[in-house]
Every structure is written in C-alpha cells, then in structure tokens.
C-alpha cells in the first residue's frame, strides 16, 4: 500500500545529543513536509522540500536540519540548539499540483530528558 | 504573519447531534482545506475548498467556503463515536500556495 512511514513512534533521547526522525513516502510526490506539533496548537512547519536536493526553512526552522537526498526520503535532525524539542513531529507529502491535499505519516513523539 | 482562529476550542455532543464549527482568517485566503486528527495519528484531509461560496460535502460532512474569503464552516450531522478527534482548518501562507498555516484546532468529543 502507497503510504507514508515515520519512525519510530516514539523516541526518547537525553538533553544536548542530536536526534534524527526518518520519513519514506511511496506515493512518489515530490513535496514533502515536516511540522511540529504542541499540545493544544496546530501545526507548525519546520522545513519543507519540493524536489530533490532543495528545501526552505519553514516558520520554527531554528534548531534543526533535514537533507532531502532521494525523492522518498526526507529525515529531520533535531539538534541540541533546538531549545524545547519535547513535541509530535509529523511529516507529510503531497503532488506539485495539489500542495494543499498533504498525506501525513502517523508521526514520532519525541521526548527529551 | 497570517493567523487561523478556530471556534470553539473544545466540544461535547452527544451521539446523533450536528455539530458546527468555523475557521477564521485575518486575511483573505484562496483556498481552505479541513483535516481530522485521530488522537496519536497524522491529520486526515477531510474537504478541500477553492471556491467563495463553494458548498462542498463529504458523506455526512459539509464544509463552505465563506463569501468573505476570510471564514470557512464545518458540519458534521448525526455524529457518531468515530467523529471523536481535532478538526483543524488550514490554508496558504501565500500566494504561491506551496505551503500552509494551519488554526489550533475543534477538539470534538461525542458522548454516546
């Protein structure tokens, strides 16, 4: 089945070390998408890709990176710098010709100790 | 930067009611899109609208696209359990429509 995978689900990690979330889509789109979200708030955007080889920072990109090497993958980096990293992080995808109609993945819930 | 309100924050119906809800904008928007959240699970698009005045449903849900540009409305008739989750409302943060701001979310809760 064509899908997005995030993993893990959950991921817990020590305060100051890096933390990589992993993204797959097989639905062959070639926008893919990484936001925050916090308990009682929307969706952020952290970074976004529309082809291989390029992203933008988003509103909250402070604190992390991503790399966009292959059209099906597009991890996150959460770094050290990001000053409260504890939150859902949620990926998504969607066609060139249709941005607004985004398939999100399940999501990792990151929890910094 | 352009903001989404959504209204209200939180409801309880019981099972069978109609439930509405609305999204509002400081500025004009050329698109709206509805999503639901199951809890723990990415969003799921619900209704996509790209038209003022569109009147568009999904099965039991009716979404429009306000005259204003700045609104849009979510209904839900005769909920049923499965309708538990947040509802958010989203649209472009520009006019190149490559991404979107999304409002802080209906949490719906059904009551049997």
């Known amino acids: 089945d064509g899908g997005i995978t995030q993993s893990p689900k959950y991921l817990f990690r020590k305060e100051g070390q890096n933390v990589t979330l992993s993204c797959e889509q097989n639905l062959n789109h070639d926008a893919m998408y990484w936001y925050r979200q916090d308990p009682g708030q929307g969706l952020r955007l952290i970074y976004y890709s529309q082809i291989v080889n390029d992203f933008q920072k988003g509103d909250i990109a402070e604190g992390y990176s991503v790399s966009r090497e292959k059209k099906e993958s597009f991890p996150l980096t959460v770094t050290s710098a990001q000053k409260n990293p504890t939150a859902f992080y949620l990926c998504?995808?969607?066609?060139?010709?249709?941005?607004?109609?985004?398939?999100f993945g399940p999501g990792t819930r990151l929890l910094v100790l | 930067g352009q903001q989404l309100n959504q209204s209200p924050q939180s409801m309880f119906i019981q099972e069978g009611e109609d439930v509405s809800m609305n999204c509002t904008s400081s500025?004009?928007?050329?698109?709206w899109l509805w999503y639901k959240q199951d809890p723990g699970e990415g969003p799921v698009l619900l209704i996509a609208?790209?038209?003022?005045?569109e009147l568009t449903s999904n099965g039991r849900l009716t979404a429009q696209f306000g005259i204003t540009r700045k609104d849009s409305f979510l209904n839900i008739s005769a909920s049923i359990p499965s309708d538990v989750g947040i509802y958010f409302c989203?649209?472009?943060?520009?006019?190149?429509?490559?991404?979107?701001?999304f409002g802080p979310g209906t949490r719906l809760s059904v009551l049997p």
């Open positions: 609208l790209y038209k003022a005045g």
């Open positions: 998504a995808s969607s066609t060139q010709t249709s941005w607004g109609s985004q398939y």
């Open positions: 500025s004009i928007f050329n698109t």
């Open positions: 989203a649209g472009p943060k520009d006019n190149y429509g490559q991404n979107f701001v």
